[in-house]
């Protein structure tokens, strides 16, 4: 679908209380990794071993957020957003993860939430989108049962000083990605490739959550609280026995692992067999701390999962639509994702709190052109509308990204924003996608 064809495409057909919003995270676009106070992260010291960043890049600079974050409050302004979803670096407002409290790191935040007041927009924040301080790695970091009391040290910290501002306060961002990608394959921050630490660390930042959400309610917090996770439908690449059952496994690695702990109190049976001794070590009553009500379930969106236990598929190789991640566009796959969780759980509202893509885009004549991103979100925004015509109770939808940004292992060579980032020059250029994002928001 193109521009011209996006008539059907109403902001309308939504209700009025509909979020409409973007998403940034804090180490991907703040910069200032040393002023002010802050502590160093994981994620400093993953960049500063040569190999772990396609680019060599890190995020001592990233967009400058920190700098610029004016500016950037008043691209949401011009978007007409409703919401901005943003995550608070721990190590700047602790720089050790446990002791004293950093309060010029504080101070940002403070002055970020008065802009977006000021704007009319509002704060959807994450606590933890990553960027573990490093101090608390140096103990073992999510393998270490004390991050648990420490977590929840800091999610009470930022409830009690700016609980009262937040729309939303969700504890963790893609537990799976932080265990796996950072415990297992090792190709995410720490780096450290051990499956039985990893379903351990998923556990803590399952259990960790679970605890952070009965110390806020109990401060008698009342923004809604959650947790973000990756969903994907799982498809299988064949019919054929094995591919089907390595289908339902990954499934249950990524989806039901964390929702039929958070919602049913219970781990997967079969996958809890697949992993022989690799589980994890579970307290008695981790698994009801666990499964504490929650007013929001956030899901990230970007395409489906195609399972094979021989050669691994690739749609790229097929000649299907591909974004510059290599991943498949398929919009189909959200609709089928929000019924299915619709269907299998108990669930609560959901927000779609990213979906987007990375294109190759180029500035040419002040302009950045990107039509494939306008057609990405036109469509993923429709597949919204669909699930949501099919009964499910979805109640935001965050474009991932506002800004370029750093892309993890990828460094700055993946481009995910509606506004364009120059790295020589730190300028922001509004992408086609932005003014797209903000006539639909304006009914155009
Ligand atoms: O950039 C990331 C984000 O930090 C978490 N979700 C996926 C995005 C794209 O890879």
């Known amino acids: 679908m193109g521009l011209d064809d996006a008539a059907d495409l109403q902001r309308s057909s939504f209700p009025s209380t509909f979020a409409w919003g973007v998403s940034t995270a804090s180490f991907q676009i703040e910069g200032a990794a040393r002023e002010d106070g802050r502590g160093p992260s994981v994620w400093d010291t993953f960049c500063a071993t040569p190999g772990n960043i396609a680019d060599g890049s890190d995020g001592s600079v990233a967009c400058d957020h920190y700098h ?170 064949t019919e054929s026995l094995t591919d089907q059952h390595k289908t339902h496994l990954e499934d249950g690695m990524l989806v039901r692992w964390y929702l039929d702990a958070l919602l049913r109190g219970h781990y997967p049976e079969d996958v809890w067999q697949h992993l022989g001794d690799d589980v994890p070590k579970v307290n008695p009553g981790d698994l009801t701390t666990i499964q504490q009500p929650l007013d929001f379930l956030g899901v990230n969106y970007y395409t489906r999962s195609v399972v094979s236990a021989g050669a691994p598929w690739s749609a790229k190789d097929l000649g299907l639509p591909v974004t510059d991640m290599e991943w498949e566009i398929y919009p189909q796959g959200l609709t089928e994702l929000l019924v299915r969780l619709d269907r299998d759980y108990d669930m609560p509202p959901i927000f779609i709190t990213e979906n987007g893509a990375a294109f190759k885009d180029k500035v040419e004549n002040g302009q950045v052109n990107d039509l494939e991103r306008v057609a990405y979100l036109q469509s993923h925004i429709k597949a919204v509308a669909a699930a949501r015509q099919a009964g499910v109770n979805v109640q935001a939808y965050f474009v991932w990204s506002l800004l370029d940004n750093f892309e993890w292992a990828s460094g700055y060579a993946k481009r995910f924003g509606i506004v364009h980032i120059d790295y020589q020059t730190l300028k922001r250029t509004p992408k086609q996608s932005a003014l797209w994002y903000g006539q639909f928001l304006r009914g155009r």
């Not at 610029?68 to 190590?91: H, I, K, N, P």
């Not at 996770?229 to 690449?237: C, E, G, R, V």
């Open 68 to 237: 610029r974050y004016v500016e950037d409050l008043d691209l949401l302004t011009q978007l007409g957003v409703t919401s901005y979803r943003f995550s608070m670096a721990w190590s700047r407002v602790q720089p050790n993860g446990e002791g004293d409290w950093n309060e010029p790191g504080f101070a940002f935040y403070d002055r970020l939430l008065t802009g977006l007041a000021e704007r009319g927009i509002e704060a959807h924040l994450t606590l933890n989108h990553w960027d573990l301080p490093q101090a608390l790695q140096d103990k073992g970091g999510w393998l270490n049962p004390e991050i648990i009391q420490r977590f929840c040290d800091y999610a009470c910290e930022v409830g009690r000083r700016f609980g009262h501002r937040l729309a939303s306060l969700a504890t963790h961002n893609e537990p799976w990605v932080v265990a796996m990608l950072g415990h297992d394959s090792g190709i995410f921050a720490p780096g450290l490739k051990d499956r039985a630490v990893a379903m351990q660390v998923a556990h803590h930042l399952l259990v960790s959550h679970g605890v952070a959400l009965q110390a806020l309610r109990a401060q008698g917090l009342q923004t809604r609280l959650g947790i973000v996770l990756n969903l994907s439908p799982f498809h299988a690449a």
